[in-house]
């Protein structure tokens, strides 16, 4: 098998969708794992997922779907993981073999929910993925915006160079620019965090806060991502790489953010539980404000925005209460 052109990807959503258009578009053979009959059966006779990114179309020629992850697993060298976080233990909890032997890539930008474990960790603890040829694909990147084609730039990251540059290679296109990093932890971290900020900025939004608070509030959120992320080990400087701060910014500000909406629905008055439902897409920030809140009082770390974030979905406190509060102590 040749290392580079074949790949399989796990998971069938919009981020997943775009993943494989990239990929394809490179001449890579991809095995797609779809769970979901009506998906599978729109991209082999349609050329097109008809749930995420429906306007995409996709070379089936390169593609070949099947809802056995052990098959998709074993049919490539390069397997890359595209789905919510919180269905990662049920999917591979159908993997009877392992990871071993394989470059992982995860494109989750979430967290194991209960679990207190980033993805790359949990697939290397469970699963057996290698801890040096494991790593990650992420934004700044709406998968809307790489569906339709515009300039977007990903980082691949990976303490191995040979595996950065295969990753590189497979998704690098006229509108992919790639750039490289080999800070797995302090990168995930982030990928994870900037969707609980989105979820902050959502709610002031949609409390009516207006664009001079907002500016302060990301500001302040850029400030606390970087304690978190020293506090993990990362340099201070690695906050500013678009890994980081571009897809804070991208999360908080887009109209693509799932997470920025959730906020919004809820600081306009929804509840939780009627705002999660409103969703067509997860929301990684609902399940990321739990960790992260696990994980800073766990380390010390003074994180006000992310703490008012998890009170108000976990523990019913008031948006319009906490976020006044919270604008006492901003600078």
């Known amino acids: 098998m040749s290392i580079g052109k074949e790949c ?3 998971g069938y959503g919009s981020w997943a969708t775009a993943i494989v258009k990239i990929l394809t578009e490179n001449g890579v053979k991809v095995f797609w794992h779809v769970l979901n009959a009506e998906v599978a059966a729109s991209i082999q006779n349609d050329g097109y997922n008809c749930k995420y990114l429906r306007d995409v179309d996709l070379n089936t020629s390169l593609i070949e779907i099947d809802s056995d992850i052990n098959h998709v697993v074993a049919a490539a060298d390069v397997v890359v993981v595209a789905m919510p976080s919180a269905f990662i233990k049920n999917v591979f909890s159908s993997l009877e073999g392992s990871l071993k032997g394989k470059m992982v890539f995860s494109a989750v930008k979430g967290i194991i929910p209960d679990e207190y474990i980033l993805v790359s960790d949990y697939l290397i603890k469970y ?3 290698d801890a040096l040829r494991i790593g990650l694909v992420t934004g700044p990147s709406h998968a809307e915006e790489v569906g339709m084609g515009r300039l977007s730039y990903l980082t691949v990251v990976s303490r191995s160079e040979q595996a950065q540059k295969i990753m590189g290679a497979m998704i690098e296109r006229d509108y992919i620019r790639v750039n490289y990093s080999q800070n797995i932890e302090a990168i ?3 990928a994870i965090m900037k969707n609980v ?3 902050a900025v959502g709610l002031a939004s949609g409390l009516g806060y207006g664009d001079n608070f907002i500016s302060v509030l990301i500001a302040n959120c850029a400030a606390e991502m970087s304690r978190f992320l020293v506090a993990c080990g990362a340099e201070r400087d690695d906050m500013y790489a678009s890994a980081c ?6 999360t908080c500000y887009s109209n ?3 997470n920025r909406r959730l906020g919004l629905l809820i600081g306009r008055g929804c509840t939780v539980k009627s705002a999660m439902n409103e969703m067509t897409m997860v929301a990684e920030g609902y399940y990321a404000a739990k960790c992260i809140r696990h994980t800073a009082v766990r380390d010390g770390v003074d994180m006000p925005i992310a703490d008012m974030v998890y009170e108000v979905l976990y523990e019913k406190a008031s948006p319009r209460r906490t976020m006044r509060e919270l604008t006492r102590i901003l600078k």
């Open 8 to 10: 399989a990807v796990i």
């Open 127 to 129: 699963h057996g993925a």
């Open 188 to 190: 995930e971290y982030a």
């Open 197 to 199: 900020y989105a979820l």
């Open 245 to 250: 701060m571009g897809d804070l910014l991208v």
């Open 256 to 258: 693509y953010s799932r």
